[in-house]
């Protein structure tokens, strides 16, 4: 008989613990880099619709402006919970308001006075009792409000931020809304917020007004008011404009004064409670941005508190006030105006 024959079957290749720990970290790597894209396209495209809804509600403005020979203005707040106006949403949103003037300019510490019978649309006759006086506005009726995607905010150049040595300085930086701190009490009906302005951020009504012919305008043509103030007096006299939330004819300031002792007019400029109607400054151009990123570059707990450091003086911006102005300079899309036609358009990042 023959010899038996040895079959030897090929030896099967594996992979040593070197190479499974070099493909280990390869995936790992891999799933880093698809985390941190996705989370890039995420926060891209919030930002991209929030734009483009401002983009529409702005154009959508200019035309009721244009159509019902008014002056309509596009302007922001931070959006109120929906089971109580008093209570900020949580977490933070932006909602953007399109209102219109009612011809009305009132003192802001005095009520509308009410004619029998009421005269609509009539220019309000108050006796003088400070130096600043403010255009009515009201949410135009059938135009909903809008809110954008949860951490976009939106700003405004601070053209009117400081006096003085700011002189030709203020367009470095960037006005924001606030971001409120305080206490929610849920039992109360409707549930209730109280402010703790030492943890809150404060902020600044900004708005954009088109004209009647659709352009973008830095101040109310029809509005003439002559104010004569004392020799001893406080000789800047202001005149800016609100939106009537409440209805009740003058601009609210909250309950609070957030520079103490200091004059009382202040606070109507600063947007500090949720239930603030603060004076709106008028800006040319608009920016986007995603300021839940900026929380996480700077340290956001300089930002809180109230007063005079806040605020920020001749020239000298609050670190909020710095630090947010640093990011939209780098990270913001831009809304601007046509010059001639007022038509919004984006300047992307």
Do not use: C, H
């Not at 004819?249 to 002792?261: A, K, M």
């Not at 911006?317 to 105006?337: A, G, H, K, M, N």
């Amino acid at each position: 008989m023959p010899a038996a024959r040895t079959v030897r079957l090929p030896r099967r290749a594996a992979f040593t613990l070197l190479e499974l720990l070099v493909v280990m970290g390869i995936l790992l790597v891999l799933a880093v880099l698809t985390a941190f894209s996705v989370g890039k396209v995420t926060s891209d495209a919030k930002l991209a619709n929030a734009t483009n809804t401002l983009v529409a509600m702005l154009g959508n403005a200019r035309a009721i402006a244009i159509r019902d020979n008014a002056y309509v203005m596009v302007t922001f707040r931070v959006a109120p919970d929906r089971r109580a106006r008093a209570v900020p949403r949580d977490p933070p949103a932006v909602q953007v308001v399109t209102a219109r003037w009612t011809g009305e300019v009132v003192t802001v510490n005095t009520p509308l006075p009410n004619p029998n019978p009421p005269v609509p649309g009539g220019v309000v006759a108050e006796p003088i009792a400070d130096d600043v006086f403010a255009d009515r506005f009201v949410p135009v009726p059938g135009v909903p409000t809008r809110e954008l995607p949860g951490g976009i905010m939106v700003g405004g150049p601070a053209f009117g931020f400081v006096t003085d040595a700011s002189v030709g300085r203020n367009d470095r930086w960037w006005r924001t809304l606030p971001r409120f701190a305080g206490t929610l009490n849920l039992a109360a009906i409707p549930p209730t917020f109280a402010p703790n302005l030492a943890r809150t951020e404060l902020g600044w009504g900004i708005g954009v007004l088109f004209g009647p012919d659709g352009r973008v305008l830095s101040r109310n043509p029809q509005q003439v008011l002559e104010v004569v103030t004392s020799a001893g007096g406080n000789q800047n006299a202001y005149v800016k404009s609100f939106v009537d939330f409440d209805g009740n004819g003058f601009p609210n300031r909250g309950s609070t004064n957030v520079f103490g002792s200091g004059p009382n007019n202040v606070d109507f400029f600063i947007y500090d409670e949720p239930l603030d109607e603060p004076l709106v400054d008028y800006v040319p151009y608009l920016a986007v941005f995603n300021e839940a990123e900026a929380r996480k570059l700077y340290n956001a707990s300089t930002w809180q508190g109230t007063g005079a450091g806040a605020i920020g003086n001749n020239g000298n911006p609050s670190l909020r006030v710095r630090d947010q102005s640093s990011f939209i300079d780098e990270q913001s899309d831009r809304i601007t105006f046509n010059r001639y036609t007022g038509v919004p358009g984006v300047v992307p990042k």
